[in-house]
């Protein structure tokens, strides 16, 4: 686990996001044990009550739960999954459209771009 850091954000949040994507793409497999939070946060170099938050966090959001002795594991809940797939997948789409905007294109000429990617390698 490869983890960048920004100063200008509360690290909790950062590990949040960064643990969220790599749980929706499947990086992190769904119904696998996660490491300690010991482990983790001597992975991802922070402090394990920070790495907590973070999980705490995210078992907040149902995407990981603790089994009692166990440890933590990442849900199987397809369902799941998917929606926030596709909630991330809209805000960098957003973010694209946006930035597009930004340069004086609008969603038709952007749209044109994504449809020409492979023109553009």
Known sequence: ????????MPIYIQL????KK??????????SRLPSVR???????VNPNTMQKALTYLEELKLIYT???????????KKLLDKFKEKYAIELLKEYFTNMQSIGLDKKDAIKYINNMEDLK
């Open 67 to 77: 089994e009692r002795t166990n440890g933590k594991f990442v849900t199987n809940d």
């Open 39 to 45: 482990d983790l946060a001597a992975m991802t170099k």
């Open 16 to 19: 949040v996001e960064q643990l």
């Open 22 to 31: 790599q749980i929706i793409a499947g990086i992190i497999p769904p119904g």
């Open 1 to 8: 686990m490869k983890f960048v850091f920004d100063n200008n």
